[in-house]
């Protein structure tokens, strides 16, 4: 751990006031961590986090004119704890407001708290077991009523009731928060918890008004008028809501950030499809902003010649990947398929495993398929760049994949495909149906064709290969095809969560109605150690290396070929000076923008 | 005749309950669930989603979820959406107006269309205007919706910058102003499925016409020395829109029903849109309720259609 030491020393000496902020953050970088993770670091270790400099140049409120949103899935309800999807936690966050959010740098930035946590402001608990929030004072709901302790601590009760049915459930349930007087709570956890900076955190934990929720808990929470009414205490109130079409907005002149915000009015359309949304944003500018434009670069390049508008991107965590089944998809044992008795024909074969990867070519899926928006990796953990690996590489080669195969014995027969003891070299490659996804089955079943490996295509549509449904086999968790691409959004600035699916503990099978995570049903001892030993370690640096031990283990077991490292892809008028975090729903800091004369 | 009625009616009861049965169960064996989205969400685990499933009732049996439907409706509770956790018929009511107003501009345009071109080309089979107006009514109801409102969308909005091709329901003027944009942004979606419609209806017009401009009591009123004009008007025309009117009639649920294709292309938020995005979601009380409401309409009209025939040709006794 020399790294180790040699950050401590930094650290102490950010603190002692010998080395300031800036050099640090540019040493981190020249270590290979970038900026986020070094201000997370700093915070940790002791050091008050500095909120990245405000862009923000309006010097009066209001003004700005009307703000267009057009958002191709409407948002369809406005409580963000009943939020079944992203597009809901966007449209609640028009009008309720979490503790603090990431900002576009990664950084933790104060919305309705006074200030970050830290070890320095008395915030966080030394051994990692809680954090005291200070709240802001004078915030006030839209109604006039004045935002206390209260309110966080009612939402803590709300969520964490299993009758509500809050799709927030789980980050609430295992912690304790208690008001330690009007303006200040306290979370505890039960259990060291090194990332705090979940709960009340970001869109998906902004507050709702306790005296507007508190008769309305339980099993009466879906009579709530103000379930379609938010009063919340953001920069927006609302006017009017129609689920999956409109929702409006008008300024709040009682807004707690100075000069804030800039637009009079605010609007969000909903419906139509992403192609469209970009015409509408970047052609002919009827809408300032358009939502998650995933659309094939080529189409954007020619809408933004001449156009109105631009592509714009904000880099986070998410992997596009290809995942190996190591069970039998084709052997059915006690009624169960691609069951934990069976072994992969192929699979087990950890040279057949080599010889995929080397097939996959992911400098042609960046530049035929995603453009701007990809950046190839051989990583499955893409972010923060503290916790991304620099131990790991990919190779693009049908040669080596050749000489690979043909070494342990896979022979090439009459028709050109490989076997070895009687097993054909045949693999079902399933995904959901999306333009960029089967393009990328195209190209990765040319290279294997090339290479003797027969691939069959499949593509199951989105909302089944997603669903949760036991019944049906064509779901992720099922995992009944030999191959499988999709990817799973990280929605936070740590890896804890996207890590622990893969743990033993995890597999998904017919026992846990596939209920588990693991779908690839990969097991390994040392995996599991590597991920038990990071969520109890409180050191951070020992934390990160935990997870980059854990993301090379899968490298050296070819479990994922991660095919592109996505960013997130939006779609912003000329004059629209956007905030976007790769870490954040797209109107986290809805606050912040503005629009250039 | 109102004895006819009763019977209709009463044979409308287990018609319609086979039609809501068969929906129910289809909807019920289609795959996915409605928080499906969830599943990527590594924020939620799989028990928050089990147990969200549990509390909506999908995990019941079938033909308890039925009984639960059927009771509820018959109770006139059409259903509580789970995507929007809103009762189904607010969500619906939210909607109606705009379907009314887009499809049924889109309806009236199309008779505008087909029956003075219709008739007039059957006063003249096989001029000039009846080859134009044939060949144009075929390429018409060739081209489906969802091309011709993407052309509509590249010509008028993204070359000619004439149209807005987003439909807004919260125009931000007042007086003349609003009917202004109001009429400018609906022109587009009108044209694509008004022109669709006329296109087969015109040739609907067209033979019926030429099926009774051929009988013999027509020749008898040109003997008379009647003008062609009072011919076609008084006589021909009379009979030959019998079945034109049915033809409305049936047509008029589609009202209703919205228009999935031009609503999603044009981003009207009407009941075509409201029933795809709630299918895709597997939104399944919206869904129901939408198509049974739907299917209670088709059979309404069908009878009003048969009432109606019944009453225009006297020739037609209905027992």
Request: proline share 6%.
């Amino acid at each position: 751990m020399k790294l180790g030491t040699e950050l401590r020393t930094m650290i102490d000496g950010v603190k002692d006031g010998r080395m300031d902020r800036r050099g640090f953050i540019q040493r981190m970088i020249a270590l290979g961590l970038t900026a986020p993770m070094a201000t997370q670091l700093l915070a940790i270790g002791g050091v008050a986090m500095a909120e990245s400099p405000s862009a923000y140049k309006p010097t009066k409120r209001g003004g700005g004119g009307a703000l267009k949103l057009l958002w191709w899935q409407g948002p369809t309800l406005l409580n963000p704890h009943f939020a079944t999807g992203t597009k809901d936690q966007d449209g609640s966050r028009l009008f309720y407001e979490p503790l603090a959010c990431w900002d576009a740098n990664g950084n933790l930035s104060p919305v309705l708290a006074a200030e970050i946590p830290s070890i320095e402001n008395g915030g966080l608990a030394a051994d990692a077991k809680s954090v005291t929030w200070k709240l802001k004072p004078g915030v006030k709901w839209h109604d006039g009523k004045p935002f206390t302790a209260d309110d966080v601590v009612f939402n803590w009760e709300y969520a964490k009731d299993p009758a509500t049915a809050t799709v927030t459930l789980a980050t609430y349930r295992d912690l304790i928060v208690e008001k330690i007087d009007d303006l200040t709570v306290k979370i505890s956890f039960k259990n060291p918890t090194p990332f705090w900076a979940d709960a009340f955190v970001g869109a998906p934990n902004a507050i709702i008004p306790k005296h507007l929720f508190q008769d309305y808990t339980g099993d009466k929470s879906r009579d709530a008028p103000t379930n379609l009414k938010p009063v919340g205490t953001s920069a927006y109130k609302f006017v009017e809501f129609k689920p999956g079409d409109l929702i409006r907005g008008e300024i709040n002149l009682d807004y707690h950030m100075p000069n804030r915000p800039h637009f009079d009015t605010i609007e969000m359309k909903g419906g139509g499809d992403a192609v469209s949304a970009a015409r509408a944003v970047i052609q002919t500018g009827e809408y300032d902003f358009g939502w998650n434009i995933q659309v094939e670069d080529e189409i954007l390049l020619r809408l933004e010649k001449g156009g109105k508008g631009k592509a714009s991107y904000a880099v986070g965590g998410d992997t596009e990947f290809i995942a190996l089944n190591f069970t039998d998809p084709n052997t059915e044992v006690d009624g169960e398929r691609s069951s934990m008795k069976t072994k992969h024909p192929l699979f087990s074969d950890p040279a057949v495993r080599k010889a995929l990867s080397l097939l996959v070519d992911r400098d042609a899926i960046k530049n035929v398929i995603y453009g701007r928006a990809g950046r190839t990796t051989a990583n499955y953990l893409n972010g923060p760049e503290k916790f991304v690996s620099k131990n790991t590489t990919w190779e693009f080669s049908v040669e080596k994949a050749a000489k690979l195969l043909d070494d342990a014995g896979w022979k090439p027969g009459a028709d050109g495909i490989r076997a070895k003891d009687g097993k054909r070299m045949k693999i079902l490659f399933q995904t959901a149906i999306n333009g960029p996804r089967q393009k990328t089955q195209a190209i990765v079943k040319q290279a294997c064709q090339k290479a003797g490996i027969e691939v069959e295509l499949k593509s199951v549509v989105a909302s089944i290969f997603f669903s949760s449904d036991v019944g049906n086999p064509d779901t992720y968790p099922h995992f009944y095809a030999d191959i499988q691409m999709f990817q799973i959004p990280m929605s936070q600035p740590d890896p804890a969560q996207h890590m622990r699916r893969y743990h033993s503990s995890n597999v998904a099978t017919k026992a846990n109605k596939w209920q588990g995570q693991n779908f690839p049903r990969w097991v390994n001892k040392d995996y599991d150690a590597a991920i038990d030993a990071a969520e109890g370690e409180i050191d951070p640096i020992k934390r990160a290396a935990f997870y980059i031990k854990a993301n090379d283990l899968m490298w050296q077991d070819t479990v994922f070929i991660p095919a592109m490292h996505r960013l997130k892809v939006e779609a912003a008028s000329n004059t629209l000076r956007p905030v976007l975090s790769g870490w954040a729903n797209e109107t986290d800091n809805l606050h912040e923008w503005y629009r250039e004369a | 005749m109102s004895q006819y009625i009763l019977r209709r009616l009463l044979i409308a009861i287990p018609s319609l309950l086979g039609i809501s049965l068969i929906l129910f169960i289809v909807l019920a064996l289609a795959p996915g669930d409605p928080f499906s989205e969830l599943a990527t969400n590594p924020n939620v685990p799989p028990e928050v989603r089990e147990a969200l499933r549990a509390k909506f009732g999908l995990d019941d049996p079938i033909y308890l979820r039925y009984v639960h439907w059927l009771v509820a409706m018959v109770h006139g509770d059409w259903g509580f959406s789970f995507v929007s956790r809103m009762n189904v018929d607010t969500l619906i009511l939210q909607r109606l107006s705009t379907t009314l107003y887009v499809i049924g501009s889109a309806q009236l345009l199309a008779l505008m269309i087909a029956i003075p071109v219709g008739v007039y080309a059957a006063t003249r089979p096989y001029s000039i205007f009846d080859q134009v107006a044939n060949t144009l009514a075929f390429i018409g109801f060739s081209l489906p919706t969802f091309f011709t409102g993407i052309l509509f969308i590249l010509i008028f909005s993204v070359k000619l910058d004439w149209l807005p091709f987003v439909y807004s329901t919260d125009i931000k003027a007042t007086g003349i102003h609003w009917i202004g944009e109001q009429i400018r942004q609906t022109i587009m979606p009108v044209m694509v499925l008004g022109l669709f419609q006329a296109a087969s209806m015109t040739r609907f017009v067209r033979s019926a016409m030429l099926d009774v401009i051929r009988l013999d009591y027509v020749t008898t009123a040109r003997a008379k020395g009647i003008g062609q004009r009072r011919v076609i008007i008084k006589h021909v025309m009379r009979n030959a829109m019998i079945p034109v009117v049915t033809l409305i009639a049936l047509q008029v649920p589609a009202v209703f029903g919205g228009a999935i294709v031009t609503e999603q292309i044009f981003r009207i938020p009407g009941i075509g849109s409201l029933l795809i995005s709630s299918i895709l979601a597997n939104d399944t009380p919206v869904v129901m309720a939408v198509t049974f409401v739907f299917a209670c309409l088709v059979v309404l009209f069908n009878l009003i259609a048969d009432v109606l025939y019944g009453w225009l040709d006297p020739r037609i006794s209905l027992r």
